[in-house]
């Protein structure tokens, strides 16, 4: 039996499908298992050992559908459901595999953005991806989230600071969208509070920001975002003793690592079932940290490029003595 399953991205919602694909390998004796996602998003899944055939979307959608159907697939898994998706699907539709789609659930997350009235079911979309499995006889193994590096991309110990070596906090600094970050001020009042080594975790667009933070005090806090690939710094997470994420995709690979996380949220939130995901055979080791009783919150399902009242509540008012305190207990543990 061969079977393909979709997500195009991004890091984190593709991290989110592991469980999926991982009960999908192990409990369908014999199964091929295709995987097909943004050739920019390569990096995320190609070390999983759960997939036995990767395929990538390079903006060319007649060309993909021409390769795919030369595999002949018995079911597709469509864990993203968009128009891309679909019009992949009337492309595919002469073919004889069966499709299967997840529930998206658009329309209760758009009640919940616009009208704060939540009509969430409390099924996390990690469970919610294992759910369009159902009719293969895939069940939940409560194992989470997967991610896996190949040895050759993880971080070398001497591209660390010395006095990082026997342990610090990670704090991914990035996100997608400025509503999902926390103002530079709030992340050095964190840092500067924070008695432990220190690595700033994000992208080449997060170095700037970075450098503002780590010079509160450079010998503690050590500024990676920039420079290293992707699965380097999802090294340094996994090598972390406490990880504090805005709601990005590190977050989501250090649930897969068990890692204890502070999850800090602005203009999107846990209400979205899409909270750290450890496994419901596992014990959770996450923190919401959410600015309660704000009208407005959540304002969107992915963040915006800014606040639609301007006030940046959601973040100015994070409380960055809870958050401190919180992370100083954990590190005691």
């Known amino acids: 039996m061969k079977v393909l399953v979709i997500r195009f991205s991004s890091i984190?919602?593709?991290?989110?499908?592991?469980?999926?694909?991982?009960?999908l390998k192990q409990q369908l004796p014999g199964v091929e298992v295709h995987f097909l996602t943004k050739e920019k998003m390569k990096a995320?899944?190609?070390?999983?050992?759960?997939?036995?055939?990767?395929?990538?979307?390079?903006?060319?959608?007649?060309?993909?559908?021409?390769?795919?159907?030369?595999?002949?697939y018995d079911y597709?898994?469509?864990?993203?459901?968009?128009?891309?998706?679909?019009?992949?699907r009337l492309k595919l539709m002469?073919?004889?595999?069966?499709?299967?789609?997840?529930?998206?659930?658009?329309?209760?997350?758009?009640?919940?953005?616009?009208?704060?009235?939540?009509l969430m079911p409390e099924r996390h979309i990690s469970l919610r991806c294992i759910d369009a499995l159902s009719p293969l006889g895939i069940v939940d193994d409560g194992k989470g989230l997967d991610y896996f590096i190949s040895d050759t991309e993880k971080i070398k110990d001497e591209?660390?600071?010395?006095?990082?070596?026997?342990?610090?906090?990670?704090?991914?600094?990035?996100?997608?969208?400025?509503?999902?970050?926390?103002p530079v001020y709030k992340l050095q009042e964190i840092c500067s509070l924070i008695n432990y080594p220190i690595i700033l975790v994000g992208g080449k667009e997060d170095a700037k920001e970075g450098e503002e933070v780590a010079s509160v005090n450079p010998e503690k806090i050590y500024n990676a975002c920039g420079k290293f690939t992707l699965n380097e710094s999802a090294d340094i997470v996994?090598?972390?003793?406490?990880?504090?994420?805005?709601?990005?995709?590190?977050q989501y690979i250090a649930s897969a690592y068990q890692k204890p996380t502070l999850a800090i949220w602005g203009g999107t939130s846990p209400k979205l079932q899409v909270e750290p995901f450890y496994g419901t055979s596992n014990k959770?080791?996450?923190?919401?940290?959410?600015?309660?009783?704000?009208?407005?919150?959540?304002?969107?399902?992915?963040?915006?490029?800014?606040?639609?009242?301007?006030?940046?509540?959601?973040?100015?008012?994070?409380?960055?003595?809870?958050?401190?305190?919180?992370?100083?207990?954990?590190?005691?543990?």
């Open 284 to 333: 959770p080791l996450y923190k919401n940290f959410i600015v309660p009783d704000l009208s407005c919150q959540p304002c969107s399902n992915f963040g915006t490029k800014k606040c639609p009242r301007g006030h940046f509540k959601c973040m100015r008012l994070q409380k960055t003595e809870l958050i401190v305190s919180t992370a100083t207990s954990i590190l005691k543990q």
């Open 238 to 250: 996994q090598r972390a003793h406490l990880v504090i994420s805005h709601d990005t995709g590190l």
């Open 44 to 72: 995320v899944t190609i070390a999983n050992p759960y997939i036995d055939k990767f395929h990538y979307f390079k903006d060319d959608l007649s060309t993909l559908a021409a390769d795919l159907r030369q595999e002949n």
């Open 94 to 118: 002469r073919n004889k595999a069966v499709w299967y789609s997840y529930k998206k659930l658009s329309i209760q997350k758009f009640i919940l953005t616009k009208f704060k009235i939540n």
């Open 76 to 88: 597709i898994i469509d864990l993203h459901k968009n128009i891309r998706t679909y019009l992949l």
């Open 159 to 182: 591209y660390l600071p010395s006095g990082h070596l026997f342990g610090y906090v990670a704090i991914v600094i990035g996100a997608s969208y400025y509503t999902k970050k926390l």
């Open 12 to 23: 984190g919602d593709i991290v989110l499908t592991t469980p999926a694909i991982r009960c």
